[in-house]
């Protein structure tokens, strides 16, 4: 069974930059999707970003200042975020889709399994 983890959240001023990690087992093909999603209280899910071996989306609010990093052999994914912003506050969740992003890549729903979440608070 698929099983995604995902760890590296904490406090940061703002325009510090922190790294998240996803790490995914349990798969059984070795073409998937991690895509990342952030809610804030009192907001809805966001998507954030996607990686897949095909393809690599960011939404416009990160685009520039978050990169994914892939590192199949250890099936880990990083999200390195830079030039962190009050407004990008939020858990952090991580979830698996057994195939590429594809251009619905924010859709929640598309994915099969999610990770537990890792809080991130950028505060001065």
């Known amino acids: 069974q698929v099983q995604v983890v995902e760890s590296g959240g904490g406090s940061v001023r703002p325009g510090e930059s922190r790294s998240l990690s996803c790490v995914a087992s349990?798969?059984?093909?070795?073409?998937?999707?991690i895509g990342w999603f952030r809610q804030a209280p009192g907001k809805e899910r966001e998507g954030v970003s996607c990686?897949?071996?095909?393809?690599?989306y960011y939404a416009d609010s990160v685009k520039g200042r978050f990169t994914n990093a892939k590192n199949k052999p250890k099936s880990t994914v990083y999200l390195h975020m830079n030039s962190l912003k009050p407004e990008d506050t939020a858990i952090y969740y991580c979830?698996?889709?057994?195939?590429?992003?594809?251009?619905?890549?924010?859709?929640?729903?598309?994915?099969?399994?999610w990770g537990q979440g890792t809080q991130v608070t950028v505060s001065s």
């Open positions: 979830a698996f889709y057994d195939g590429s992003c594809g251009t619905n890549w924010y859709r929640f729903w598309k994915y099969d399994k």
């Open positions: 990686i897949s071996d095909l393809d690599e």
């Open positions: 349990g798969f059984t093909r070795d073409f998937w999707a």
